[in-house]
C-alpha cells in the first residue's frame, strides 16, 4: 500500500509565500500530497485557507509550521479541519497528542538522526527527512544519501519521507530504494504554472545548473542564524566578493529590492523570495534552490508534472 493511500507518492513541500491553494489543491486532486506552510499566517486567514483548500479537495493534504517561530495558528487550522500538521526546524513534543485529538496526522522534517529519535518518542505518524541538498531553509548538515537509510533504520515501521534535492522519477525510484515511502518536492514545485513564485524566479530555475544552487547564510533577514540553499545571484556574489561580512556591513544593505502591489518590500538582505506581481529587480532577491535545480527543464501545472514522475517512475522499475 503506498503512503496514506496516495495514488502517487509524491509530497509538495510546504514553501513560504511561494506555495498557494491552488498549488495544493491541483496536487492533492493528482494524487499526491499538496501542503500549505502557515508559520507566517494569522489564525483567521489559515483557518480560511484550510477550509478553501478542504472545499478544494477531498483528498489528503498537511499544513506546516517552522518551530523557530511560535505556531500560532494551530489551534485555529486544527478547528479549521486539517487532516495533518507537520513541524520543522523543532519538535513538537506535546503538540502531537493536541493534534492526535483532532483525528489529524502529525509528521516532523528533521535533518539528523537524533532529531528523528526524538520525533518518533513523541510518537509522530511519520518523519521526513531532509538533507543538504534541500532548497530553502536546510535544516540538515547531511547528504540525504547517508541521513535517509540511518533514519529508515530506527523509524522501523513509522513511515519515512526523503527530500532535499529530489526532481524527478529516477530520484523516486532511488528513494523509495533506499526504504523511503514517498519523496517532498520543494525546489521542483516552484517551477510549475500554480507555484506563487514570481514568472523570472520559475525561468530562472529553468536554466540553472545543480552548482547554482548555493548553501548560505546571506539572506538572514527576517530569519538570521538559520542556513539556507538559494540560487547565486548578484546579491550573493557581491556579499561573498565583500568578504561575507556580518549584518549592518554588508554591501547594498538596507536597499529594496523589489516591491509587492500592496506595497510590500522586498530588502537587499531578505529572506522572502520573489512572488507574482512583484516589481523590481527579481533575480537579486533570495530564490530558494536545492541542487536538483539542474535537471529542471520546464514549468509544467502540477498535475501533468506528477504524472510525468510516476511515468518516469514506472519506466525505470518495469520489471515486466
Ligand atoms: C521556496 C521554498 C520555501 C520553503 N519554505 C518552507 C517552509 O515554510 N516550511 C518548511 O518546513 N520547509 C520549507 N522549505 C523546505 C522544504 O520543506 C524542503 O525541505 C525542501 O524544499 C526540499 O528540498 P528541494 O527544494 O530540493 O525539493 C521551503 C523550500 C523552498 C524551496
Known amino acids: ?50 477550509q478553501k483548500l478542504r472545499a478544494e479537495t ?73 538533507g543538504v541538498e534541500a532548497g530553502g531553509h536546510v535544516q540538515s548538515t547531511t547528504p540525504l544519501s547517508e541521513l535517509l537509510p540511518k533514519v529508515v533504520e530506527i523509524a522501523s515501521s513509522v513511515p519515512v519521507v526523503g527530500t532535499g534535492g529530489l526532481t524527478n522519477g529516477e530520484d523516486l525510484a532511488w528513494a523509495l530504494r533506499q526504504g523511503a515511502r514517498a519523496m517532498m518536492l520543494g525546489t521542483r514545485f516552484v517551477a510549475t504554472i500554480e507555484s506563487n513564485a514570481h514568472p523570472l524566479y520559475k525561468q530562472a530555475l529553468v536554466e540553472a545548473k545543480s552548482t547554482d544552487s548555493v548553501y548560505t547564510l ?57 512572488v507574482a506581481k512583484m516589481e523590481g529587480h527579481i533575480l537579486e532577491c533570495c530564490m530558494y534552490a536545492g541542487t536538483g535545480c539542474g535537471r529542471i527543464v520546464d514549468i509544467p501545472e502540477a498535475a501533468v508534472l506528477l504524472s510525468e514522475l510516476w511515468s518516469e517512475y514506472k519506466a525505470l522499475t518495469r520489471t515486466d
Open 58 to 130: 477531498a483528498n489528503f493534504f498537511f499544513v506546516n509550521f517552522v518551530l523557530s517561530f511560535p505556531p500560532k495558528a494551530l489551534e485555529a487550522v486544527l478547528e479549521a479541519g486539517t487532516p495533518a500538521v507537520t513541524f520543522s526546524w523543532g519538535q513538537p513534543g506535546q503538540l502531537v497528542k493536541r493534534i492526535h485529538q483532532f483525528g489529524a496526522q502529525v509528521g516532523v522534517q528533521v535533518g539528523t538522526v537524533d532529531g528523528a529519535k526524538q520525533a518518533l518518542d513523541s510518537e509522530v505518524d511519520f518523519i521526513i527527512c531532509q
Open 1 to 50: 500500500m503506498t503512503f496514506l493511500n496516495l495514488k502517487y507518492p509524491i509530497l509538495q513541500a510546504p514553501m513560504g509565500s511561494i506555495d498557494s491553494t491552488i498549488l495544493a489543491a491541483s496536487v492533492s486532486n493528482a494524487g499526491g500530497m499538496g501542503s500549505l506552510a502557515l508559520t507566517w499566517t494569522e489564525p483567521d486567514v489559515a483557518a480560511d485557507r484550510v
Open 218 to 274: 546571506c539572506f538572514d533577514g527576517g530569519w538570521p542564524y538559520a542556513a539556507h540553499r538559494v540560487l547565486r545571484n548578484r546579491t550573493l556574489n557581491e556579499w561573498e566578493t565583500a568578504g561575507c561580512p556580518p549584518s549592518g556591513q554588508r554591501p547594498g544593505e538596507g536597499e529594496v529590492t523589489a516591491e509587492g502591489s500592496s506595497g510590500v518590500l522586498i530588502k537587499r538582505y531578505d529572506d522572502a523570495p520573489p
